[in-house]
């Protein structure tokens, strides 16, 4: 195991990973900007390093600074959370350059799934389902010549792209050649790279994703799904597991196929499979996310694992001990609702000075957060404050103890989108359980 472990992210994720690190008897090392040296995230670990001012370029997005003071605290690995560093493949290899072990994927592998267009050959190569597509796509007329064959409507998007960032639809052969130029200069700007290719567009999906892990001894597991349909431009809202729309066949059959890709592949570490439902209930595999994932705490509530303990385990070379390879076995289901600081009218962040903070308990609640009372939260990152996790025996109790959890949930001095979520789990389809990914603009209303 690891001596100590440099953890370059802030927030909720740090706290999450501090714990972890705890419960491993690793040593731990916290770094922030300027406005962070009051957070919690510092006041928790045992050592920490201030490794700029406040822009995330400057601190969190800094390797040098990072790596610097991963040296001088000898540090031998660094867990990286979501966002910031965590899917750049060029820190991967930094890291190890410098003897540093990055807690995730090879460098290699975080390149091979990193670029869609890539990562949709390995698809294929290794039987996942896919959306009709096309590769690269070199003019205006390729495209529109893909998309005839595909059949309209379809959709571009970039191929260093992803998280639904410069994507354009395409109904028709009129259309293609701005959308085109379009989407390339989105491409070149967006991502530093113009490929864009398309694919079939399915009009009212569901997000569904996988949950794998891997250690380095050809162990990999699949731990079910989360249901991530109620989002807001591309910002995931509530999620869920086990989604209301898999049986326990098709878990089943998802999991043989996706521990036979990654297996295949030789991937190593957790790691999320994007899939979309379409309203025949297929599932097409969209993206992999080479990180855990902000809603991770969903599918521990439910399989009784630590996500993070077992990804920081696979990281140092253990061979890690799970009865067999099989799916998990479920218990229960679990909500999770972001709680942001934001404005409910523009969806804003409203960052300032918390003046009371009171998060809810009792049975079957988990808050995971990294705020207090009397903490200003910065405008400078995003504006996630916690993240509230109820679980229950069945769907049904669980949307009744979210309900009850956000009614105790008192934060003052700043707006939260509290009334969001109770208006989403008032709604007929949450409810139901036939949420698409057109719900959250739905009960918002059309003018946000
Ligand atoms: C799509 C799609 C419809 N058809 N691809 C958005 C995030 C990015 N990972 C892929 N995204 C989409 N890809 C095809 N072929 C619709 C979306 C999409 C979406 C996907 C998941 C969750 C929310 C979404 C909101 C709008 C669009």
Redesign the pocket.
Known sequence: MFKKILIANRGEIALRVLRACRELGVKTVAVHSDVDARALHVRFADEAVCIGPAPASKSYLNIPAIISAAEITAADAIHPGYGFLSENAEFARICAKCNITFIGPTPEAMRAWGDKVTARKNAARFGLPL?S?STVLESAEHAAREAKRIGYP??L?ASGG???RG?RIVRGDAEMPDAFAQARHEAETGFKNPDVYC?????R?R?IEFQVFADNHGGVWTFGERE??L?RR?QKVIEEAPSPAITPEKRQEMGEVIRKAVRETGYTSLGTL?F?MDEKKDL?F??MNTRVQVEHPVTEMVTGLDLVSLQIRAAAGEKVDLPDTRPWSFRGHAIECRINAEDPKTFAPWPGLITEYHPPGGAGVRVDSGVYGGWRVPADYDSLLAKLIAHAPTRAEAIIRMRRALDEFIVTGIRTNIELHKALLADREVIEGTMT?RTVERVTGKGH
């Open positions: 959306l597509g379809v959709i998007k992803g998280g639904g994507m694919e079939k567009l399915i009009e999906p997000h991530c349909s989002q591309h994007e979309l097409y969209l993206e990914t």
